[in-house]
């Protein structure tokens, strides 16, 4: 799993010209989902949608503060309850004191914090919280830079996954395995090492297919987005926007280094394994002005999905498909039975699609996080996408014959029909306004409980990796020949 990578960039496989060998060719023997949306374009409801099959209205995950509950169960918990071993390496951005969810071991802490304090607040619209709101920032201070907190972050993510390949290649544990591997790029800030950085000097795709818009033109939404990144107290200039997307650009370079060490791993342990590549969602990287992520925008909503599996023939899909089906799809392909929980699964197994089964079920996203002040909804079916907020004017777009989503149909007469089939399919699925309650209840609710938990002693929920070192290397409670030999691969 990588962060905030758009699909955009994943027409069929990685774009032919970003310089990505390894997932190029992990492609290659992958199914390809062209047209895979995030549940929420952001991260922690994103990845609690990811790997419980459900949306954030279930979750209760709303936002990057919101705990996800240990009561709901995730494909690690699955695959675990019919005998996987279950690991994690890296971000996946947990909220709460459990920090788990169904991983049996954890290999690193997480990057993001875990408690409320990230929590929005939609008594107080407009308010910035100046020290984790996004701002242009990361934009005009784009470049460069051979270790950051993200760099640094990542190198220890891959480390620790191969780290714990090899250690499945001695076979200690004769169980199959699940290993989750989360980087935190190409998430901003725009800085690249300059391996990377010098690959796309002559890159034809620093700019944005679609200009920045003036701020009158912007719909509502992406003004508090807009809003929300201090945007105002920014000057972007031309070549901000081609340094950022330059990074960018690089690494995903650095990804797909690191994606290539792992596999490579894997092929000299002898290890067979499903492998699946996703993100949590995307990036607007400039695209109408606007950055990051918190919309609906393709840019920001659509994300890469890739599966490799020697049972799966490679092909791309072009069905609307979506990251909570990941969950699903996992089961299916280990033989786990979720029938248990059929009537409360919101994702479905993807392989009937990978089969030519067309996908009847509208695919479904919400957002409910900062630059916010009601929650909104968006259902892909057919060629259209339809955005709704009671606070903003409708949306329907083809995005077939418009990628860019420059024209706006909602309120064409042609489209009549589409536009009542899509309030049908919302009035179903959702009330907007009982859907506002719970969000405002629970941001209430946790706001008191940071500010009494920051009031005296505090006690983090951070995740600690507990590194038993009187049991790694060799120690006087063990014999040096048996140690030698367990710990060796292959074995002669």
């Known amino acids: 799993m990588v962060d905030q990578l758009s699909g955009t960039l994943f027409p069929d496989g990685p774009a032919e010209w970003l310089h990505t060998p390894n997932l190029k060719k992990l492609a290659a023997r992958s199914i390809r989902f062209k047209n895979c949306y995030t549940a929420s374009p952001l991260c922690a409801p994103g990845r609690a949608s990811f790997m419980s099959g459900q949306l954030p209205s279930v979750t209760g995950v709303y936002d990057n503060a919101a705990e996800f509950p240990s009561s709901l169960p995730t494909y690690a918990h699955h695959l675990r309850r019919?005998?996987?071993?279950?690991?994690?390496?890296?971000?996946?951005?947990?909220?709460?004191?459990?920090?788990?969810?169904?991983?049996?071991?954890?290999?690193?802490?997480?990057?993001?914090?875990?408690?409320?304090?990230?929590?929005?607040?939609?008594?107080?619209?407009?308010?910035?919280?100046?020290?984790?709101?996004?701002?242009?920032?990361?934009?005009?201070?784009?470049?460069?830079?051979?270790?950051?907190?993200?760099?640094?972050?990542?190198?220890?993510?891959?480390?620790?996954?191969?780290?714990?390949?090899?250690?499945?290649?001695?076979?200690?544990?004769?169980?199959?395995?699940?290993?989750?591997?989360?980087?935190?790029?190409?998430?901003?800030?725009?800085?690249?090492?300059?391996?990377?950085?010098?690959?796309?000097?002559?890159?034809?795709?620093?700019?944005?297919?679609?200009?920045?818009?003036?701020?009158?033109?912007?719909?509502?939404?992406?003004?508090?987005?807009?809003?929300?990144?201090?945007?105002?107290?920014?000057?972007?200039?031309?070549?901000?926007?081609?340094?950022?997307?330059?990074?960018?650009?690089?690494?995903?370079?650095?990804?797909?280094?690191?994606?290539?060490?792992?596999?490579?791993?894997?092929?000299?342990?002898?290890?067979?394994?499903?492998?699946?590549?996703?993100?949590?969602?995307?990036?607007?990287?400039?695209?109408?002005?606007?950055?990051?992520?918190?919309?609906?925008?393709?840019?920001?909503?659509?994300v890469p999905l890739m599966i490799s599996s020697t049972v799966l023939e490679p092909k791309l899909v072009a069905e609307p498909v979506s990251t909570i089906d990941v969950c699903p799809t996992l089961c299916d392909l280990s033989g786990c039975d979720m029938d248990e929980l059929a009537r409360w699964t919101e994702g479905e197994s993807l392989l009937p699609f990978a089969n030519g089964s067309i996908r009847s079920n509208p695919v479904l996203m919400e957002y409910a996080a900062e630059a916010s002040y009601a929650p909104l909804i968006s259902i892909r079916k057919g060629p259209f996408k339809y955005n709704r907020c009671d606070l903003d004017p409708e949306q329907l777009f083809d995005v077939e014959s418009d990628p860019n989503e420059l024209h706006n149909l909602a309120s064409s007469q042609k489209f009549s029909k589409e536009l009542a089939e899509f309030r049908k399919i919302s009035d179903t699925n959702w009330d907007l306004a009982s859907f506002d309650k719970e969000v405002r209840k629970s941001q209430a609710q946790r706001w008191i409980v940071y500010e009494s938990l920051r009031s005296g002693e505090y006690y983090p929920w951070d995740f600690q990796p507990l590194k038993k070192a009187s049991e790694r290397f060799m120690r006087n409670h063990m014999d040096l020949n048996e140690v030698e030999e367990r710990q060796r691969f292959p074995r002669e």
């Not at 290999?107 to 020290?131: A, M, N, Q, S, V």
Request: proline share 5%; charged share 25%; aromatic share 14%.
């Open 82 to 302: 019919v005998g996987y071993q279950t690991a994690l390496s890296g971000k996946m951005h947990f909220v709460g004191p459990d920090q788990l969810h169904g991983f049996e071991e954890r290999l690193t802490t997480d990057i993001y914090p875990p408690d409320f304090g990230w929590t929005p607040d939609y008594r107080k619209p407009g308010e910035r919280i100046d020290w984790w709101y996004h701002n242009m920032g990361s934009v005009t201070n784009s470049g460069t830079a051979e270790i950051t907190n993200q760099l640094e972050y990542d190198d220890e993510v891959a480390y620790e996954a191969n780290r714990k390949i090899y250690d499945l290649s001695r076979g200690h544990d004769e169980r199959p395995w699940c290993l989750t591997v989360s980087f935190t790029h190409p998430h901003d800030p725009y800085l690249a090492r300059k391996k990377y950085w010098d690959l796309y000097e002559n890159c034809n795709y620093l700019l944005p297919e679609v200009s920045a818009l003036s701020y009158p033109e912007h719909d509502p939404h992406s003004k508090r987005i807009l809003d929300a990144s201090d945007w105002k107290n920014f000057n972007i200039s031309e070549k901000d926007i081609k340094s950022s997307r330059r990074a960018y650009f690089a690494n995903i370079s650095y990804l797909d280094d690191k994606i290539g060490e792992i596999l490579d791993t894997l092929q000299k342990t002898n290890q067979e394994a499903v492998i699946i590549f996703v993100s949590d969602h995307g990036d607007m990287l400039g695209e109408r002005g606007l950055w990051f992520k918190m919309s609906f925008f393709e840019n920001s909503s659509r």
